[in-house]
């Protein structure tokens, strides 16, 4: 009978483990890869505000992955850490909920915010699909490797929807430049970051051939994507990262002062001139990559609305925003996002909204790193975590990220974040044990 209930347990254990197995591939699949890679960005849909990537099939996956990770998620012992902290994240929807309904937009609000909770919901159920840490990192290695394969394909094999062309009509001046199966370089750019931070975490936690194949061929894609940012941001983070791991009083002045220091030095040399002037007396760009025009205009629009925004997702690429050109004299009316996360969420849910959203992605971590133990705040597990989190904060000061559904800096930024919230409260899991409580981290 023993034997019996065993073999039984056994079996129960290798179903859940195929099956989180299959879930984990699929949705970093989905993520890194999507449903409709390399885009053409010659014709005139991308134009269109309206032609965006909300297809039918990509609804259907969607909802699929959703449906089968929450199932994992509601029948593994470790469910109660689905969707938490759920007061803070309670707030922050119900409110991204209530400025949508008062919006120009609300429909345009109501299914951001419902793809925003699909999307968390997933996250926070991804760290449970791997049975140990090194079934983390093998998978998270495959995937990968995959995802680069994919985009050197499309360099050796589909050139012209791969690589930026003179005749795209948007920014024809990215010709020669790299993108892969991303629709644009800067997105391909931020991959090739991150997926150089897995390629370190692999070569430390499942293969160093794969570890190092991942890095370099990541890092030979970011140099050609011409990312110069992103590029610079590489080896910055990871020095970063070093610092902020080993100089613990060093972590609240590297994050709070660093984000807000870059955000106002920023956007504050867009809307004041003296500030502008004396940032390109030190020779860097104040313009940000002519991003100093959409910021103007972005904060210019939200004094007009600082308690409650215009809703969420309603108001770059809107029909209202599009059509008054005319009426407004900047081309930054035309910008597809505002090419900062921060600002992009007090624009759309205001100054409450973006409180909220700093306390969950930029407070809560550090209070969670605050609380490991001296094994867990030195492994890899942890740094590869800390180095995807600082850089998708970061990187958020010139790029839009936060609560875009399909972005898979996002996404990642989400599974990190409870990343480091299971490691301040459990013990990692060394190989794949015999209970059926398969995860990258204990409690």
Request: aromatic share 12%.
């Amino acid at each position: 009978m023993g034997s019996a209930a065993k073999g039984e347990a056994d079996r129960g254990e290798k179903l859940r483990e195929t099956v989180g197995t299959a879930l984990f591939m699929a949705i970093f699949l989905f993520f890194w890869i999507s449903l409709n890679p390399f885009v053409d960005l010659t014709g005139e849909a991308v134009l269109d505000p309206s032609a965006g990537n909300s297809n039918l099939m990509n609804q259907v996956v969607s909802l699929l992955l959703f449906a089968g990770t929450l199932a994992y998620g509601l029948l593994h012992p470790m469910r109660s850490i689905i969707l938490q902290p759920r007061v803070l994240l309670g707030l922050l929807f119900a409110w991204f909920f209530l400025v949508s309904l008062i919006s120009s937009y609300p429909m345009l609000g109501i299914k951001g915010t419902v793809l925003a909770v699909m999307v968390t919901v997933n996250a926070s159920i991804y760290l449970l699909l791997p049975a140990s840490e090194r079934h983390f990192a093998k998978m998270l290695g495959i995937g990968t490797l995959i995802m680069l394969g994919v985009s050197y394909y499309g360099i050796l094999f589909k050139p012209l929807l791969a690589i930026h062309q003179a005749s795209e009509l948007r920014e024809p001046m990215n010709a020669g430049l790299w993108r892969g199966h991303f629709p644009h370089k800067n997105s391909a750019a931020a991959a090739m970051v991150v997926a150089s931070f897995f390629g370190l975490f692999v070569m430390n936690a499942w293969s160093r051939i794969a570890g190092m194949t991942i890095l370099c061929l990541s890092f030979l894609f970011l140099i050609n994507t011409g990312g110069k940012t992103s590029t610079a941001m590489l080896p910055a983070i990871l020095l970063l990262a070093w610092v902020f791991e080993k100089v613990r009083f060093l972590r609240i002045p590297i994050v709070i002062g660093g984000v807000g220091a870059f955000n106002i030095f920023a956007i504050g040399a867009a809307v004041f001139r003296p500030l502008g002037d004396f940032i390109n007396e030190l020779g860097i760009d104040a313009t940000f990559t002519n991003r100093a025009d959409i910021w103007r205009f972005a904060v210019s629009e939200l004094a007009d609305r600082p308690l409650t925004g215009y809703g969420f997702k309603g108001f770059w690429q809107t029909s209202e925003l599009v059509h008054s050109g005319g009426s407004i004299e900047t081309w930054a009316v035309a910008a597809a996002n505002g090419h900062n996360s921060y600002l992009d969420v007090a624009l759309m849910t205001g100054i409450p909204g973006l409180l909220l959203t700093l306390v969950w992605l930029v407070v809560l971590p550090l209070r969670n790193i605050s609380r490991l133990e001296p094994d867990a705040e030195h492994s890899h597990l942890t740094r590869l975590f800390t180095r995807i989190w600082l850089y998708a904060i970061f990187n958020a000061g010139l790029e839009s990220l936060f609560f875009e559904g399909g972005n898979s800096l996002w996404f990642t930024l989400l599974f990190a974040l409870y990343g480091l919230s299971l490691q301040a409260s459990a013990a990692l899991a060394p190989e794949r044990r015999t209970q059926p409580e398969g995860a990258v981290a204990h409690a």
